[in-house]
């Protein structure tokens, strides 16, 4: 049978309702009897965990803003450093916009498929001193060839050099001295006798029309030939052509002209 509590209560005790668990599947709700004397203490008790968990509530606050400080710091240290390393983008240059030049200021050398139309002599221009010279289109020369005189061969940083004087046209005597550094040397028979010689073959830089390259020539004593110049097939060899009806078929930029070292007072 199921277990009840009288209504009845001594004297200085309270009345607190708890559910009984009944023997034997029965349930009924009834009231404890807590005496009144602990009611204080109970009461003192919950205040007392009450103020434990706002404590609690309050460290957890304080301990949740650090850990979100730190991760800040942290951030913007991380961010510092990613700033250092990684270079600043520029912006670029400002598009220059290029200037309209005539076709005397350019300089002109037609072309066919590729390749510069010359005619048998050609205003040549040797960069270095400046100087512009009447040149002869040679195909049956293999080498192209420029007057020098007073070749002195001299060694400098370990590799061979050469000391040389070229003429000024339209002078007779004026001439100018160049160094350059020996490419190498040709053995040249010469077509009267059996005799043969050794020159030296430097790289000049020339202009042909609006044309620019850097070739070999040989520095040779052209004193009795009509042209200083000669341009042979390792110039003319897949770059030029050559229309034997014409000379002067290119015209050299004006700034090129300007020194009047033209050639055309020869």
């Not at 044309?211 to 004193?223: G, N």
Request: hydrophobic fraction near 35%; charge should be negative.
């Amino acid at each position: 049978m199921g277990l009840r509590f009288s209504h009845i209560r001594p004297a200085g005790l309270l009345t607190i309702p708890v559910l009984v668990l009944a023997l034997g599947g029965c349930t009924a709700d009834r009231y404890l009897m807590v005496p009144k004397d602990n009611v204080d203490d109970v009461r003192t008790s919950v205040k007392a965990q009450r103020a434990t968990l706002v404590t609690m509530e309050e460290n957890a606050t304080l301990r949740h803003e650090k850990l979100l400080s730190e991760e800040a710091r942290n951030t913007e240290s991380i961010l510092q450093a990613i700033a250092t390393q990684v270079e600043k983008p520029s912006c670029p240059p400002p598009e220059v916009k290029q200037e309209c030049t005539t076709e005397k200021e350019r300089g002109r050398a037609d072309r066919r498929d590729g390749k510069v139309i010359v005619g048998q002599v050609e205003r040549f221009y040797l960069a270095g001193p400046g100087l512009v010279y009447k040149a002869r289109i040679d195909s049956g020369a293999e080498t192209s060839s420029i007057y020098g005189r007073n070749i002195e061969q001299f060694e400098r940083d370990g590799n061979n050099w050469v000391r040389f004087e070229v003429p000024v046209p339209g002078t007779e005597d004026d001439w100018v001295t160049m160094e350059k550094e020996i490419s190498r040397t040709v053995k040249i028979i010469q077509a009267s006798s059996d005799d043969s010689e050794r020159r030296a073959v430097v790289k000049l830089q020339f202009a042909i029309g609006d044309h620019q390259q850097v070739a070999e020539f040989t520095l040779a004593d052209r004193e009795n030939l009509t042209y200083d110049v000669l341009v042979g097939r390792n110039i003319l060899r897949d770059v030029m052509l050559i229309d034997v009806g014409q000379e002067y078929a290119t015209e050299l930029p004006s700034s090129y002209l300007d020194n009047g070292n033209s050639g055309d007072n020869e």
